[in-house]
C-alpha cells in the first residue's frame, strides 16, 4: 500500500521555527513535495527535493533522506500567514507530475 | 486566464443526479490531473491527462466517474448517479508535464454537495 505520514497538527508563536515531518511508503518514488493550503483555498507549491539533503526557499527549508524514507518541512521566522495546512506529496515516477499526498498537518501560528 | 480556473465553484446537487465539473488549464500546460478533497484530509489522486489522453485513470473510484479532455485543453469530470459520499471538494491542476518538477498548479476547486 502507500502511506504518507505527517502529525495532524503543530502549533507555535511567531517568530519561532517549526518543523513538520513526513514519513512515506509508496511503490515508488522519484522525489518529494511540499504544499501550502489555506482554509478555502488551493494548494500552492512551496518544494522539491529530487535528491537527498536540503533545499533552501526563504523562509522555508525542505530536507530529504531517501534512505530513511523520511523528509521535513522547516519554517522558520514564523508569521501569523503562515497559519495553514501543509501537505508533502511523493512524485511516484519518471515523466509525471502525479502527486501523492499525505494527510497534512495543520500549523497554527499564536501571536 | 493566468490560472487553473475551475466551474462551478459551488454545485449542490440530489442523490441520484448527474454532474459535470469543468477544467480550464494554464495555457501551454500539456498535463492535467484531477484530485478529490475531503474535510481534514490531503488531496486524493483520481486520474491524469497528458494530452487528450488518460495517462493514468488508477484513482477513479467506479465507473460512474468519468473524465474527458477531448482537445487536449479543458476537461471535464463526470459522475452519474451522485451518491452523498461523493461530497468534496474537486481539485483541479495542471503542469507543463514530463518535466518531474514537483509542482502543479492547482485551481480553487469545485465544491460539490449531495444532498
Known amino acids: 500500500g502507500q502511506s504518507l505520514e505527517q502529525p495532524s497538527e503543530v502549533t507555535a508563536v511567531e517568530g519561532a521555527i517549526v518543523q513538520i515531518n513526513c514519513t512515506y511508503q509508496?511503490?515508488?518514488?522519484?522525489?518529494l513535495s511540499w504544499y501550502q493550503q489555506h482554509d478555502g483555498g488551493a494548494p500552492t507549491f512551496l518544494s522539491y527535493?529530487?535528491?537527498?539533503g536540503l533545499e533552501e526557499t526563504g523562509r522555508f527549508s525542505s530536507f530529504l533522506s531517501r534512505s530513511d524514507s523520511y523528509g521535513y518541512l522547516l519554517l522558520q521566522e514564523l508569521q501569523m500567514k503562515d497559519s495553514a495546512s501543509y501537505f508533502c506529496?511523493?512524485?511516484?515516477?519518471?515523466?509525471?507530475?502525479?502527486?501523492?499526498f499525505g494527510t497534512g498537518t495543520r500549523l497554527q501560528v499564536f501571536p | 486566464g493566468a490560472g487553473v480556473s475551475q466551474t462551478p465553484s459551488n454545485k449542490v446537487t440530489e442523490k441520484g443526479k448527474y454532474v459535470e465539473l469543468r477544467c480550464d488549464p494554464i495555457?501551454?500546460?500539456?498535463?492535467l490531473y484531477w484530485y478529490r478533497q475531503s474535510l481534514g484530509q490531503g488531496p486524493e489522486f483520481l486520474i491524469y491527462?497528458?494530452?487528450?489522453?488518460?495517462?493514468?485513470d488508477s484513482g477513479l473510484p467506479n465507473d460512474r466517474f468519468f473524465a474527458v479532455r477531448p482537445e487536449g485543453s479543458v476537461s471535464t469530470l463526470k459522475i452519474q448517479r451522485t451518491e452523498r459520499g461523493d461530497s468534496a471538494v474537486y481539485l483541479c491542476?495542471?503542469?507543463?508535464?514530463?518535466?518531474?518538477?514537483?509542482?502543479?498548479?492547482f485551481g480553487e476547486g469545485s465544491r460539490l454537495t449531495v444532498l
Open positions: 491542476a495542471s503542469s507543463r508535464g514530463l518535466e518531474n518538477t514537483g509542482e502543479l498548479f
Open positions: 509508496t511503490s515508488g518514488f522519484y522525489g
Open positions: 527535493n529530487g535528491l537527498d
Open positions: 506529496a511523493v512524485l511516484e515516477g519518471y515523466n509525471t507530475d502525479k502527486l501523492i
Open positions: 495555457s501551454g500546460h500539456t498535463a
Open positions: 491527462f497528458q494530452g487528450t489522453g488518460a495517462a493514468d
